[in-house]
């Protein structure tokens, strides 16, 4: 089992940044990849960002290149969303997940399917 806790939500005005964290425990040699996700009200789950986690690849959805940037602290288990000029838009709760297969050219499909392990999320809100 992989449990992941994310931290670093709240609330901030359009432009600003904020640093999301997940830190991951348990049977973390399990998971090739880690992501972020978020889902607002009203709106189905979408992929913000993910990478292997055992190297160095990473995909982003396009709402969100250019602004966002994953990373990982492999000594720490944690993996980041670091979050510039944010816009209203990206108003969501946001989960980190993880996923144990190979997820090979459907990285950048963000298929919440393919992650097994999920946190119980951050809730992200950016005022206009």
């Known amino acids: 089992q992989v449990q992941l806790v994310e931290s670093g939500g709240g609330s901030v005005q359009a432009g600003g940044s904020l640093r999301l964290s997940c830190a991951a425990s348990?049977?973390?040699?399990?998971?090739?990849?880690i992501g972020w996700f978020r889902q607002a009200p009203g709106k189905e789950r979408e992929g913000v960002a993910t990478?292997?986690?055992?190297?160095?690849?990473?995909a982003y959805a396009d709402s969100v290149k250019g602004r966002f940037t994953i990373s990982q602290d492999n000594a720490k288990n944690t993996v980041y969303l670091q979050m510039n000029s944010l816009k209203p838009e990206d108003t969501a709760m946001y989960y980190c997940?993880?996923?144990?297969?190979?997820?090979?050219?459907?990285?950048?499909?963000?298929?919440?399917?393919?992650?097994?392990?999920w946190g119980q999320g951050t809730q992200v809100t950016v005022s206009s």
């Open positions: 990478l292997y986690h055992w190297g160095d690849s990473t």
């Open positions: 348990g049977d973390t040699y399990r998971t090739h990849f």
């Open positions: 997940a993880a996923a144990e297969k190979w997820l090979g050219s459907r990285l950048a499909q963000f298929n919440s399917d393919d992650y097994k392990y």
